[in-house]
C-alpha cells in the first residue's frame, strides 16, 4: 500500500470519529461512563497527527505504529482493545496483502482482542462487529457489502445484554441500547471500506 494510501484511511478514520463523537458519548453515557467519543476522538487525532511518519512505514510497521499510538491516548477499556486490534494485524499482515492474507491477519487479530478482553462475540462489544465483518470479508462480500454488515450488527447489539465492560454492570438495564464500542467499530470499518473502494 503506498505511503498516500495509508494517510488517506487514517484520515478516513479520523474523520468518522470526528464526526460521530457526541453519537458515541451518548451511547456510552447510556450505559457507560459517557467517555467513548473524547476517547476515541483523541485517539484518532493523535494518529492523524502523525499520519505522515506512519504512512511512510511498510504496512505491517505502520498498522503497529497506529496501535501503539491508540494504546497510549485513547484510555478506557476501548483503547488497548482497538490499539491490540490494529498491533496485531501490523503483526499477521504481510506488506501487500490480498484479500485472503487480510483475511487471515483480521482473525488472528481479532482472536487477539478476545484474549485481552477475555470476550467473545455475543457479549455486547466491539466483538460482535469484528466477528460479522470478518465473515463478511472471507466470504468475499463487496467493501459496501462489508459496511453494511458492521451496521447491521452494531444495530443488532441493542437487544443484547452486556456481559463484558462497564455496561454489564447494568446486567438487564444494557438490553434496548446500542453498543458504543460496536458503534465505533461500525464506522471505522465503513470509513475504511470507502475509502479503500475509493482507491
Ligand atoms: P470504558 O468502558 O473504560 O469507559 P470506553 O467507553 O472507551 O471505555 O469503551 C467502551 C467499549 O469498549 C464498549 O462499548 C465495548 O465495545 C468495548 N469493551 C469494553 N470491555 C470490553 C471487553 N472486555 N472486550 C471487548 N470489548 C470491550
Ligand atoms: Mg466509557
Known amino acids: 500500500m503506498a505511503a498516500s494510501d495509508f494517510s488517506r484511511l487514517i484520515a478516513a478514520a479520523a474523520d468518522a470519529i470526528a464526526a460521530h ?17 473524547l476517547n476515541m476522538k ?8 502523525e499520519a505522515e511518519a506512519i504512512a511512510a512505514k511498510p504496512l505491517p510497521d505502520a498498522l503497529k505504529a ?11 477499556a476501548s483503547g488497548p482493545l482497538f490499539g491490540t486490534l490494529l498491533m496485531a494485524l501490523g503483526k ?11 483475511t487471515m491477519a483480521l482473525g488472528k487479530a481479532i482472536e487477539a482482542v478476545s484474549a485481552r478482553g477475555k470476550s467473545q462475540p455475543g457479549q455486547k462489544t466491539m466483538l460482535d462487529v469484528l466477528q460479522p465483518v470478518y465473515e463478511a470479508l472471507a466470504q468475499g462480500k463487496t467493501a459496501n457489502e462489508i459496511a453494511d ?3 447491521q ?18 446486567g438487564e438495564r444494557s438490553i434496548g441500547h ?7 467499530t461500525a464506522l471505522l470499518v465503513r470509513a475504511i471500506a470507502e475509502a479503500i473502494e475509493g482507491s
Open 153 to 170: 450488527a452494531a444495530d443488532a447489539t441493542v437487544p443484547m445484554k452486556a456481559l463484558r465492560g462497564r455496561a454489564s454492570f447494568l
Open 66 to 76: 497506529a496501535g501503539t499510538k491508540l494504546v497510549m491516548t485513547v484510555g478506557g
Open 42 to 49: 483523541r485517539g484518532f487525532e493523535a494518529v492523524r497527527a
Open 149 to 151: 454488515a458492521a451496521d
Open 178 to 184: 446500542m453498543d458504543a464500542g460496536a458503534r465505533s
Open 92 to 102: 499477521e499482515v504481510p506488506a501487500a496483502p490480498d484479500r485472503a492474507a487480510l
Open 21 to 37: 463523537a457526541e453519537e458515541l458519548t451518548a451511547l456510552d453515557q447510556a450505559i457507560g461512563d459517557g467517555d467513548h467519543g
